[in-house]
């Protein structure tokens, strides 16, 4: 098949696991026959510096041309504040621009890096959860107002927007264990009364064969840690499910274990793992590439539709993974971890062809 994959290096270490993921996207071409386009594109900080904005027109242009987005990370302390234009700012027009308001972040450790995690082998075991997290709407998206000794951030929640990420996320758990946990602050929070009310309807009338539990966002964080096992789907609103990912990264062993797929009405979609810039790492070339590997596999997944090829770079990951090719954040102390160019290495000299 013939695709055009925008690719947004960003920022930091940004560049370094992107390198990875375009070599992989070109290397799955080639052995699978297909043909793929990779146009880059500047996005986030490098984007401020060359042009003053964070998502140049024509960045954006481009990712709406192409079939799919493969994004690294932005931001770092050169665009902290007092700059008044942030890097983040271009990502979260990005995600709105596109209308990606479903941020797909699946947890499913493997099982090489059980020793690895600080949780219990035991308490990992079955961990297999999907956080779909609601992604252009919330406090992110609300109106942002400073006074002198006072500053504001407006959390807004509509019902339609409710409505379309909760079928996404309903969708998805009947395609799995058939349970969704909808997380939210109702005990306090206005837009949570209406997020839960509305969760509550949706399923009723459209999905009466998936279980429905509603949990606080505080008790989630402890669950989570305590018996991750039990959660089949999570669907939460845009900052809690921002918080509540990097906690559930570190069941993988590390937050740059996780992928994610940002996904909308049609089948365009926006990739990228779920960790930042990690400016305290960049340029050094010890980044963990796996979860950008990872966010590819959801790419040739969602937006090419091709489930074969997906599969044969997980199979890749989780190989070079039990062969121990480990990154700095995931080795046991004592043992030489290896570089993020040799991990990537790794995964392309693992990855199959196609099935004859
Ligand atoms: N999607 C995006 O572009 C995101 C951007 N950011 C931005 O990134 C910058 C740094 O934010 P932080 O809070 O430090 O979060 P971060 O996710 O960049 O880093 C947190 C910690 O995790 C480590 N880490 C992250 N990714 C790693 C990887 N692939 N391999 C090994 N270690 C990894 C870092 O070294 C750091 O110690 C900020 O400007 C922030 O706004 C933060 C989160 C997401
Ligand atoms: C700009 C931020 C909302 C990025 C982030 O932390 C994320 O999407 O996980
Ligand atoms: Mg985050």
Redesign the pocket.
């Known amino acids: 098949m013939k695709a055009l994959i925008a690719v947004l290096p960003?920022d930091?270490?940004g560049p370094e696991?992107v390198e990875q993921g375009t070599r992989l996207l070109k290397t799955v071409a080639e052995r699978f026959g297909h043909s793929f386009e990779l146009v880059e594109a500047p996005m986030g900080g490098v984007a401020i510096d060359r042009t003053g904005a964070p998502l140049p027109p024509e960045t954006l242009a481009l990712c709406q041309r192409a079939d799919a987005v493969l994004l690294g990370?932005?931001?770092?302390p050169k665009w902290d504040p007092p700059a008044k234009v942030r890097?983040?700012q271009g990502?979260l027009a990005l995600r709105k621009e596109l209308g990606l308001y479903a941020n797909l972040r699946p947890v499913a450790p493997f099982p090489a890096l059980h020793d690895t995690s600080t949780l219990k082998p035991e308490v990992l075991r079955g961990v297999d959860l999907l956080v779909v997290r609601e992604l252009t709407g919330g406090i992110y998206f609300g109106e942002k107002r400073r006074e002198e000794d006072r500053a504001f951030d407006a959390c807004v929640y509509t019902v339609d927007e409710v409505v379309r990420v909760v079928r996404a996320a309903a969708s998805l758990a009947r395609a799995r264990r058939k349970r969704l946990t909808s997380v939210d602050k109702a005990n306090v929070l206005e837009t949570s009364r209406l997020w839960r009310s509305v969760t509550e309807r949706v399923i009723r009338e459209e999905f009466p064969d998936i279980e429905l539990k509603h949990m606080l966002v505080d008790a989630c964080a402890m669950h989570l840690i305590k018996r991750p096992a039990d959660f089949d789907v999570i669907v939460t609103e845009n900052m809690f499910g921002d918080i509540l990912t990097d906690e559930a990264a570190m069941l993988s062993g590390?937050?740059?274990m996780l992928p994610s797929a940002s996904l909308g009405a049609n089948r365009r979609g926006l990739y990228?793992?779920i960790?930042?810039?990690?400016?305290?790492?960049a340029g050094r070339a010890v980044?963990?590439p796996y979860?950008t590997l990872l966010s590819v596999a959801m790419l040739l997944r969602h937006s090419l539709g091709l489930e074969q090829e997906a599969r044969a770079v997980e199979s890749a990951v989780a190989s070079s993974l039990d062969a121990g090719v480990l990154?700095a954040?995931l080795v046991p102390p004592g043992t030489r971890p290896v570089g993020t160019q040799e991990a990537g290495r790794a995964v392309l000299d693992r990855l199959g062809g196609p099935a004859r």
């Open positions: 960003g930091g270490i696991v990370a932005v931001g770092g890097p983040e990502l590390s937050i740059g990228e793992p960790h930042g810039s990690a400016p305290d790492i980044a963990n979860g990154t954040d």
